[in-house]
């Protein structure tokens, strides 16, 4: 499949990638659909489909799910809608991220977590739970893993100055050296507390999961991730530009300590906001952007995008494996992304080594 | 359009550059010679304000390029640099829109100059693809449809097949007549003698020799610069330079 898929960007022609678009939104639409007919609980299939249309504006009066059928309309509705939905977000702010962390790293093999953000979450979440703080009620390790995640990527970026500017390697290392420090601090809390790492709470949300989002957690979630996304991709030029070097990217007039700041602020605020409420879903960050471009090309002008509708498509259907693995368990999410995506990843890089990431 | 520097210096570690004072008219071209790692690119970056000079300053038309914006910086001068490489795989047409980001999309001159070189065929090709010949030509493609005042280029004719270097020699010419400022890094005597307008020599961060081409590539300046003997003859209005192993006494 792979080689027709490739052989496919080599020849493209215009219009192609419209399709390949056109498609995407019907592939997601049909995935996210069925995957509310997957769950713990069975509900059939005719009911799934009443609920639905029993939900759409004007017309939905007519599709009444029937007496005795409330349960399932709950089910449907404050389960498994927020968390089809969530995986939808979470896919695609994770794939845009990585998208535009890998062009302003100009590195192929980054993803937003390296930044910090993953370590900081991981951080306030742990400290949350740790110390049982509950100043925000329900809120608070979303609200704590959020700051201390934009806190983290902060002092990166501060750490990394040099005269007013940010050189991107010196980035780069700082953010692994300091999340290595910070994940330092989280493990050293789990060891200390062994009662706190055995709680599923902990381990749900170091592996990532959708289990547990609520229409009210992520409702802000979407209004911050959807104009994240939306103003990163109207900076696809701009991040074009500065794949082919910072000094080349001011030469042609692109403000490019500006674009850095631009694309860390809303990579850090969206990914930051979705982590808050899913934990660490590794991997998709790093795949999805890849197969964005195998398909269109380099161009942020597609591979933003479609990164986004990847993305999305791809962890709705790690939500389906990860109920349907070991029924009637919910594997963490994030195990599914990792066991799809490094296999998935390492046979992409095989194929591609022939000449497209070839140096 | 006029360029002037004025005392410019630049230092790191114990390279000093400097200082280079000269002004560059409409219609020249400036070609800059010397050995390896006499400073002639950071000299041309500190013109495009990649670096920032540690004394002096560099004008254009009165205006220190400091204060400028780097969008109207990027409309005085386009930049040739020696390489380009594209991590994440823009294709050839994704590198020469990258070029325009901030021209206006109407004066494109970018059909004319594809067909002029004859690159259609690798318009959806991966830049990183092409060789090394055929990048430089998308990147000279690239700075001339920028439409600056001025074009610095990085050792343009690196790489390039001798028809394919024939024809970038005769369009850097057309471009100082049609009045524009040129300012180019050469290793190859020859290409700056039959190119240049004026040329600068630099070694080791110092200025030799400026001015016109005729008064500065001569056998005494060419020796204070390299260590080899020079022979240069003028034929049919041109200068031929050749070199010669020195010979110790």
Not at chain 1, 14 to 24: A, D, N, R, Y
Not at chain 1, 138 to 162: D, E, K, N, P
Request: net charge neutral.
């Amino acid at each position: 499949m792979f080689r027709s898929i490739i052989n496919f960007r080599k020849e493209r022609v215009s219009g192609s990638s419209w399709l390949v678009f056109f498609v995407s939104i019907i592939v997601l639409l049909l995935v996210a659909v069925s995957s509310a007919f997957i769950g713990v609980v069975y509900i059939p299939p005719i009911q799934v489909t009443k609920i639905f249309l029993s939900q759409i504006p004007l017309i939905g009066h007519f599709f009444s799910s029937g007496i005795g059928a409330e349960h399932y309309q709950e089910i449907i509705v404050y389960l498994r809608e927020p968390h089809i939905l969530g995986a939808v977000i979470i896919g695609a702010v994770l794939g845009v991220g990585g998208a535009v962390i890998q062009s302003i790293f100009k590195n192929p093999i980054t993803e937003p977590y390296m930044v910090g953000i993953s370590s900081g979450a991981a951080l306030g979440a742990v400290l949350s739970i740790a110390l049982g703080l509950t100043i925000l009620g329900i809120y608070t390790l979303q609200f704590l893993a959020f700051i201390f995640s934009a806190l983290i990527v902060g002092i990166i970026y501060f750490f990394s100055l040099r005269s007013g500017r940010v050189p991107i390697v010196y980035m780069l290392l700082t953010g692994i050296a300091v999340s290595v420090f910070v994940s330092s601090l989280v493990a050293f809390m789990l060891y200390n507390s062994p009662s706190l790492a055995s709680t599923s709470e902990v381990f749900f949300w170091l592996m990532g999961s959708v289990e547990t989002i609520t229409w009210v957690e992520l409702a802000p979630v979407a209004v911050i991730s959807v104009a994240s996304m939306v103003i990163l991709s109207l900076y696809s030029r701009e991040l074009d530009t500065i794949q082919l070097g910072e000094d080349y990217a001011r030469t042609v007039g692109v403000r490019v300590e500006m674009l850095k700041i631009v694309g860390l602020v809303l990579v850090t605020i969206s990914v930051s906001a979705v982590v808050s409420i899913s934990g660490l879903i590794g991997f998709v960050g790093l795949v999805v952007p890849h197969i964005s471009r195998l398909i269109h090309g380099g161009s942020n002008r597609k591979v933003i995008p479609s990164s986004a509708l990847f993305g999305a498509i791809f962890l709705v259907l790690a939500y389906d494996i990860s109920r349907l693995v070991i029924e009637p368990k919910v594997v963490p999410i994030g195990i599914i992304t990792g066991m799809i995506g490094v296999p998935f990843f390492v046979y992409l890089l095989r194929r591609l080594a022939g000449g497209y990431y070839a140096d | 359009m006029r360029i002037d520097l004025n005392s410019v210096e630049y230092s790191i570690g114990n390279f000093r550059l400097g200082p280079v004072t000269y002004s560059i008219q409409d219609g020249e071209i400036l070609g800059i010679g010397g050995p390896n790692g006499s400073g002639k690119s950071t000299l041309l970056r500190i013109m495009l304000r990649l670096l920032r000079p540690t004394g002096g300053s560099i004008s254009i038309d009165g205006v220190d390029i400091a204060d400028m914006m780097p969008r109207d910086l990027s409309r005085k001068l386009a930049y040739l640099p020696q390489n380009l490489f594209s991590p994440l795989n823009l294709s050839v047409q994704d590198v020469l829109l990258a070029s325009e980001y901030s021209m206006d999309r109407r004066s494109s001159k970018l059909d004319e100059l594809i067909d002029r070189y004859d690159l259609g065929n690798l318009r959806h090709r991966d830049f990183n693809t092409l060789s090394g010949g055929e990048k430089r030509l998308v990147m000279l493609i690239g700075a001339i449809n920028q439409g600056s005042g001025a074009i610095l280029m990085d050792e343009p004719d690196t790489f390039l097949d001798v028809d394919k270097e024939m024809q970038v020699m005769h369009e850097i010419t057309a471009l100082r007549d049609s009045g524009r400022i040129v300012v180019i890094i050469l290793h190859d005597l020859n290409k700056l003698a039959s190119l240049c307008d004026n040329v600068l020599m630099l070694k080791s961060g110092k200025v030799m020799a400026f001015g016109s081409t005729k008064s500065v590539l001569v056998p005494d300046v060419l020796e204070k610069m390299y260590s080899a003997s020079f022979k240069v003859e003028q034929i049919a209005g041109m200068s031929r330079i050749e070199a010669f192993p020195r010979i110790k006494d």
